[in-house]
């Protein structure tokens, strides 16, 4: 008998990982963990449903506080003022051939030419490296954020170019050298740069 687990359960129903785990026919027992299982914004919950089965336990957050698993978190909102370039400029001149949609008009339904999952995927990664990772705007509300909170602090970044220049910002506005740990850090320098005195910045 096979054991199928996955931790970040709600992930099970991407469309790259579902395929392969469809193909695990023999795994009888099925088990997956996540914050937010079947918190997908794209229709697709049902999914991670099929390939794991129904939530059949719950912890709520404040147990795990309670017991000292988790820290609270307190949600701090930033309010940024930037504009969009690139990606607002490449939708708005969109328009479709095979129909008459233009802009951000949704495609009629007999269009064979509609936006596919990859379109919608590429315009998102446009959107993320122009607002998100290249922002200066954002990214230096956040340096400004992070110097001002309690230390030790740290920093996430899901782009390794992102938190490379978070890195060299925090640098520059703290005068101190500022650590960045990524999947190629050896596990021997995450082991040091975590032992260090916790009075820093780590992004």
């Known amino acids: ?19 392969v785990l469809t193909r ?3 795994a009888r027992v099925r088990a997956g963990l996540s914050a937010t299982p079947l918190d997908r914004t794209d229709d697709r919950a049902v999914f991670t449903l099929g390939a794991l089965g ?5 912890v709520a957050p404040e147990a795990l506080v309670a017991s000292g698993r988790i820290v609270p978190a307190k949600v701090l909102m930033l309010r940024v003022r930037q504009y969009a370039t690139t990606a607002r400029d490449r939708a708005a001149n969109r328009a479709c051939p095979g129909c008459s949609a233009v802009g951000d008009e949704p495609c009629t339904e007999d269009c064979t ?11 998102y990664a446009d959107a993320y490296a ?18 001002q909170a309690p230390k030790p602090a740290l920093v996430f970044a899901r782009d390794r170019m992102h938190g490379a220049t978070l890195q060299r910002l925090l640098e ?3 005068g101190r050298t500022v650590p960045f740990v990524n999947g190629d850090t ?11 005195p916790n009075d820093g910045v780590h992004p």
């Open 1 to 19: 008998m096979l054991f199928r687990s996955a931790d970040e359960a709600h992930t099970c129903a991407a469309r790259t990982f579902l395929p």
């Open 24 to 26: 695990c026919t023999n």
């Open 54 to 58: 129904p939530v059949v336990h719950e």
């Open 113 to 123: 030419d509609a936006d596919t999952d990859a379109d919608a995927q590429a315009r």
């Open 130 to 147: 122009e607002l998100v990772v290249r922002s200066m705007a954002r990214n230096r509300a956040l340096v400004a954020a992070t110097v």
């Open 172 to 174: 520059a506005a703290t």
């Open 186 to 196: 050896p596990a021997a320098k995450r082991t040091r740069v975590a032992a260090e």
